[in-house]
């Protein structure tokens, strides 16, 4: 047996006594920790050797890494009065015992740039502050040893070639050149980053407090927070033994402790700790002997990471979700008192398998002894990504917590944080980090379910439309739920549980996951096909749905869109705009009556969107009520040329061209039940969405089915409605549109009156945009492939060139091709321009065609009675 295995063996049978060895060796390195912990256990608080200010302009709870890095930022942005209160010493949590990885990759599109302002900030930091940091950049490898890992590799890296981060696929003859020690039989390929690495927390930390405090920003420790109390005009008091300080606004970035301070003003933050274990060995001969540090490796089979450590090795794994342990106990008794420098006991045991897959990979681990067992506590939200930004439902309170990897998010976190404080606007999209994207719906059960599946699925392969399953349903579920989840593959958006796709006999029917069309595809076209020639019907209930009505509802719906408000009974599209002229959403906007609208949005945005909403109405001083009906009105859309047919049946509403017109909505009678209707479809295709109270969802669903019988009337689902809005060059929130981009540029001018009176958010901005021409354009593009489709943020090339990305993309089944929107340079955007589009390692030939390739049924409808009327 190897040296190594018996010494796991040795520890596992003296697993206490070497707990407490551990953490003697943490208290030597940590002053006065001990001294703290039992005083704030016996209700004490040291002095803090300064007098507490009166006011903060930005008041920052928490002195980890993430806090510590907005307190830098904000101060040196030239904030007056940043201050910083942490409860015992800066680094206490998660940051002082993390193994300080990091990387610019991330599989995601947005927060590889946090990844990339993290590594530049801490490139210089040292220079700046005077501080050493311990950084150390010898680059990444992600080692691929299966076919599906090469092809996810190829996958991200046109996800990457668009982007400034360096990053290269390399085979098995650079990947043992660059990490020498690794057993060659199963490698196939690489993910190769330069400039990856890690850094010492402890060292970053104390670096950004110096540069902080360098630029004016005020730090207090010992200061725990006792009380938080919302004042009238929207900002806080916050309390502490040493007395109360008023701030404009409050960020929480407590870490582990993140739910308690947030149960002090009514949210429970779906955050919990994870115990996470990492092994540090003594010397190893073979690294002692290597002329420069190995890079750092990613064994994404063996779920695990390795890298040198002075010279030995350090590896740290995510294991199995029926193995790794979440610290639940602490969601309902709360962080126990005194903790913050302190580690679990070590359980070698959890993860052996992994160890003996790190042996195999790096056989000198064999025979290397361990110095050190790491197991401490990190912090997971339900999807692994943290909760980052203002929070809705309360004013001027923020959040920075939920960080699995706070090292790496710091530097870029505290940026984009103070960017979007400081201006008033996120400085780029990172919707998939909104702390609003969680809502009532995320129990404590739901929360550590998805906790131990991100977990341990820490490392699986990545594919697009991924579905993951734990803690579903929640109690998110549509009138429809029950009746369909038999016949479909069910997706998830922001809780809920909304088809895809349905099946019929003979069809693969589950979650099958990959790169290439799988088996969604054939049952995508037959839903495409029955709404283009008869009629189909989609759950629509995740919508986000708002009720604006009051004195000043107009007024305040004026200032927050750039397009003109319907008039009563009819509907339009609108967006709210940022102070740069950014698209911050896409709102579908219907006034019921005087003065009263409802407001539509993604499901993904909901609370986003309302925020936002609500934030404005509040600093205006506008007399208005809003009001969240999301969960209590399901929708159903009705669309294809017999949906007319079918819905009369149904109704003594006169549902004609000439009384019932496009965008137009009505309160009418459908099988004996109230509702709203408006004549839309985002199919394109003639349509109506049907508004109903959620209980009586299921029997109007039922009588529609059953009247559109003879019409062949069948279900569809999103993948399909995805698939008929590109035909018809419908924009897509999120992707065509958002915070990274302009209307303009997006050819959404149809929507954007910069002649209205009103005195719109971003209307400035837009007229000085207008006037100096756009640099880009959205670009409407039909790719030659074979049996792979663009999904979005692929890399659009042009003569060897990297000159845009794709924003979505899907399969055409009218017209029998792959379609894509894209981003390109304004010269490029033109039709008849050839391009490239990269899919999985191959450029498919790509060209700029006029949109859309499918007329939409009230333009076809227009045409024809047109053509009619010539003489």
């Not at 602490?330 to 008192?337: A, I, M």
């Not at 869109?561 to 319907?566: E, I, L, Q, R, S």
């Not at 102070?579 to 949005?601: D, K, N, S, W």
């Not at 009001?627 to 294809?640: H, K, P, S």
């Amino acid at each position: 047996m190897s040296r190594l295995l018996n010494t796991v063996n040795t520890r596992l049978r003296r697993d206490v006594s070497f707990c407490r060895r551990l953490r003697s060796v943490a208290e030597r390195t940590i002053s006065s920790s001990l001294r703290r912990q039992t005083e704030e256990r016996d209700g004490h608080v040291g002095a803090l050797g300064k007098r507490l200010q009166d006011t903060a302009e930005t008041l920052i709870i928490g002195g980890g890494c993430v806090g510590v890095s907005l307190a830098y930022h904000l101060a040196k942005a030239g904030q007056k009065d940043v201050v910083l209160l942490e409860k015992s010493e800066l680094t206490a949590g998660s940051t002082w015992h993390a193994a300080g990885l990091t990387t610019y990759y991330h599989p995601g599109i947005n927060l590889k740039k946090i990844h990339y302002h993290s590594i530049k900030l801490y490139e210089q930091l040292e220079a700046e502050t005077g501080q050493a940091v311990g950084f150390h950049q010898p680059g990444s490898v992600r080692i691929a040893s299966t076919s599906a890992r090469v092809d996810e590799m190829k996958y991200q890296m046109t996800r990457t070639h668009w982007h400034p981060t360096p990053q290269f696929l390399i085979g098995p003859e650079k990947v043992h050149e660059l990490f020498p020690l690794l057993n060659m039989d199963k490698v196939l390929a690489g993910l190769y980053t330069p400039g990856d690495g890690h850094i010492d927390p402890y060292s970053l930390t104390m670096a950004l407090a110096a540069g902080a405090r360098m630029y004016g920003a005020q730090i207090y420790s010992p200061a725990p927070v006792t009380g938080l109390s919302p004042t009238p005009d929207g900002k806080w008091d916050v309390q502490t033994p040493h007395g109360t300080i008023r701030a404009n606004r409050i960020v929480n970035a407590t870490g582990f402790w993140a739910r308690e301070l947030g149960q002090m003003i009514g949210f429970e933050h779906p955050t919990v700790p994870v115990h996470h274990q990492y092994v540090v060995t003594a010397t190893v001969p073979e690294v002692k002997a290597l002329k420069k540090e190995l890079p750092v490796i990613r064994d994404l089979e063996g779920s695990y990471y390795l890298r040198q450590e002075r010279d030995g090795l350090l590896f740290g794994p995510y294991e199995r979700e029926e193995k790794m342990v979440l610290q639940d106990s602490w969601l309902r008794d709360g962080v126990p008192p005194g903790f913050g420098k302190e580690l679990f006991e070590s359980d070698l045991d959890r993860i052996m398998d992994h160890v003996e897959m790190a042996m195999e990979m790096v056989p000198v681990l064999k025979h290397a002894d361990i110095i050190n067992i790491v197991s401490g506590p990190i912090t997971y939200t339900p999807d692994l990504l943290p909760m980052i930004g203002p929070h809705q439902g309360v004013r001027n309170y923020w959040t920075a917590i939920g960080f699995g990897y706070g090292i790496i998010h710091a530097g870029g976190v505290g940026k984009f944080l103070s960017d979007w404080i400081m201006s008033g606007e996120p400085p780029y999209d990172l919707i998939e980090c909104d702390p609003n994207r969680y809502g009532k719906w995320t129990t404590a059960p739901y929360l550590c379910a998805k906790a131990r599946e991100s977990y341990g699925f820490n490392n699986v392969v990545g594919y697009p439309k991924e579905e993951r399953f734990a803690g579903r349903p929640t109690s998110r579920v549509s009138g429809l739920y029950d009746l369909l989840k038999d016949e479909c593959s069910m997706g998830f958006h922001a809780g809920w549980e909304q088809p895809h796709y349905f099946y019929k006999a003979g069809d693969d029917v589950g979650y099958r996951p990959s790169f290439k069309r799988t088996n969604w595809f054939g049952p995508v076209g037959r839903e495409c096909k029955l709404v283009m020639e008869k009629v189909g019907v989609i759950d629509l209930s995740p919508f986000g749905k708002f009720i604006v009505k009051g004195k000043d509802s107009h007024k305040l719906l004026d200032r927050l869109f750039a397009n003109t408000m319907p008039k009563v009974g009819l509907t339009n599209i609108s967006h709210m705009l940022t102070p740069r002229g950014r698209v911050y959403a896409e709102v579908t906007i219907t006034q019921l009556a005087p003065g009263e609208f409802m407001l539509i949005t993604g499901s993904g945005s909901e609370l986003h969107d309302l925020r936002w909403i609500e934030r404005e109405a509040a600093d205006g001083g506008y007399e208005v009520d809003i009001t969240n009906i999301t969960d209590d009105i399901g929708v159903l859309g009705v669309a294809g040329p017999n949906s007319r047919k079918v819905l009369q049946k149904l109704t003594s509403e006169d549902l004609s061209d000439g009384e019932f017109k496009f965008l137009h909505c009505k309160s009418i009678q459908l099988a004996g039940v109230h509702l709203r209707a408006i004549r839309i479809s985002y199919t394109g295709e003639l349509g109506w969405e049907l508004y109903v109270d959620m209980p009586k969802m299921a029997e109007v669903y039922q009588a529609i089915m059953e009247a559109g019988q003879e019409e062949g009337i069948d279900n569809f689902g999103t993948y399909a409605m995805a698939s008929l809005r590109l035909e018809k060059g419908f924009r897509g929130w999120g992707a065509e549109m958002n915070c990274d981009t302009n209307p303009l540029e997006a050819g959404l001018d149809y929507f954007i009156k910069l002649n209205k009176p009103a005195d719109f958010i971003g209307k400035k901005a837009l007229q000085e945009i207008k006037a100096q021409g756009l640099t880009r354009k959205l670009a409407y593009l039909t790719l030659d492939t074979d049996n792979i489709d663009p999904e979005g943020n692929e890399t659009i090339w042009h003569e060897g060139k990297v000159v845009g990305n794709t924003t979505s993309g899907a399969y055409s089944y009218s017209t029998q091709q792959s379609l894509a929107f894209g981003y390109m340079p304004i010269q490029l955007a033109t039709v008849g321009q050839k391009v490239e589009v990269e899919l999985l390692g191959r450029k498919y030939p790509a060209t700029v065609v006029q949109e859309p390739l499918v007329l939409t049924e009230p333009t076809r409808t227009r045409l024809q009675k047109k053509a009619k009327s010539r003489p």
